[in-house]
């Protein structure tokens, strides 16, 4: 929790809850069904904003927040806060599993890098302590250089053996990083805490992230109590928010990489996962109205290029560019500024990052996977900060990859050419 400080500023917001009018509208609907005594009508019907969504468990915690605090904002934060904080655990245990599986060491360092990025991201501290990625980027050159100076007494590219290959080499690997750098300090989360409604996403990521750390690894242990436990975990993130619908097919595939072909064991998976969202997709179709209410027509974007285009930006980020050179062109004037040179750079840059995904792809898939899936649905509604959230999960881990392989390359180019990888000679 050490690590959550910098949302303290979050926690101890003055604002009153009502001031923002989804929360107030919330605190109606669990003052008007009779506080805990009414809980049980947020099982059986719509939740506590009533726009057409079936989220009991979300209500529900809302409710014991209510009944805990009243209309105390910090309580309702703080709770935030501690559902933060097991997503960051969550990440941390999950991730230590992960690197094990695919052979990284250290696997717990690693591990703590993708929980530590997260709650910086997620708490808001990459966004109110602003840190230049080129400085960041610089640094590392500068350490790796000394550090490479003081075990060889002598810089590489003195060598003679240090030839075209490895200048392209070294390019690689600073383009890598400066991307893992760049996405990794990028995010813009302001209000994860603070901001009441964003309990959905909260619950429905911690929720998630349990239930593939309980399902992969009781595949793996071929353990069933581990296995029912992720099976409830899921349940309960789909019963927090819609949006871990879209962990199914990477479950049921992880379920088959997991097992090795044992058709027992990947199907006995297949049909619980099957079975959860089943269960969900009966009560929710049951319960709530199946027409799109206005809330959610509101929310859909009108045309397909934008979300086509969100959703590349996500995972291939010079996509972003688009944009950009169909309003400037490729006319000669426009390469008299600087704004197109520094484009096409991040772009030559980008290069980095698609040689290590490919020659690591069997490292990159999972992160890479759950980014995309997550995102993919929300790419077509106009954008609200904890629809990232999820995702995000997936996105930083894939960044703090990137980070830890384009540090390796570049020490492995300082490195005498027999301890390099055949392709990297």
Do not use: C
Request: hydrophobic share 50%; charged share 15%.
């Amino acid at each position: 929790m050490l690590l959550h400080l910098s949302a303290l500023s979050q926690l101890l917001d003055s604002s009153p809850l009502r001031a923002d009018s989804d929360t107030a509208v919330m605190l109606d609907a669990i003052r008007n069904a009779g506080g805990l005594a009414g809980a049980g009508r947020w099982l059986v019907g719509d939740w506590l904003l009533e726009n057409g969504f079936y989220r009991p468990i979300s209500s529900l915690s809302l409710t014991l927040d209510y009944a805990f605090y009243g209309e105390r904002a910090w309580g309702f934060r703080l709770t935030n806060l501690l559902l933060l904080g097991a997503i960051s655990f969550g990440i941390f245990t999950l991730g230590t599993w992960f690197n094990r599986r695919v052979g990284l060491e250290p696997s717990e360092v690693l591990a703590f890098g993708y929980a530590l990025l997260f709650t910086q991201q997620t708490t808001g501290a990459t966004a109110r302590f602003y840190l230049p990625d080129w400085l960041v980027v610089l640094g590392v050159l500068a350490g790796t250089t000394v550090w490479v100076f003081r075990q060889r007494g002598s810089l590489p590219f003195q060598s003679a053996q240090w030839g075209r290959r490895e200048w392209w080499m070294l390019l690689l690997g600073i383009g890598a990083l400066y991307w893992g750098v760049s996405r990794g300090l990028g995010a813009d989360y302001v209000r994860m805490v603070s901001w009441v409604p964003s309990r959905t996403a909260l619950l429905g990521t911690v929720f998630s992230v349990w239930a593939t750390y309980w399902l992969f690894t009781g595949l793996e242990q071929r353990s069933h109590w581990r296995l029912m436990l992720g099976a409830l975990a899921y349940l309960l993130a789909l019963g927090s928010y819609e949006q871990p619908i879209m962990l199914m097919p990477l479950l049921m595939v992880g379920a088959w990489v997991i097992a090795q072909g044992d058709y027992k064991r990947v199907l006995g998976t297949v049909a619980l996962v099957g079975g959860v969202v089943l269960v969900y997709a009966v009560l929710r179709v049951s319960l709530v109205t199946t027409e799109p209410t206005t809330y959610q027509r509101q929310q859909m974007r009108s045309s397909l290029q934008g979300p086509v285009l969100d959703l590349l930006t996500e995972l291939v980020p010079p996509a972003g560019q688009w944009s950009y050179w169909q309003s400037v062109g490729f006319q000669p004037e426009v390469f008299l500024f600087a704004e197109p040179w520094r484009n096409l750079l991040l772009v030559a840059f980008f290069g980095g990052v698609v040689y290590l995904v490919w020659r690591n792809w069997r490292t990159f898939a999972l992160p890479l996977t759950w980014h995309g899936l997550t995102y993919l649905p929300m790419a077509f509604l106009h954008p609200f900060e904890h629809y990232r959230l999820l995702p995000q999960v997936g996105k930083t881990a894939f960044d703090v990859l990137l980070i830890g392989f384009a540090i390796g390359l570049l020490y492995r180019l300082g490195q005498p050419q027999d301890s390099l990888e055949p392709s990297e000679r």
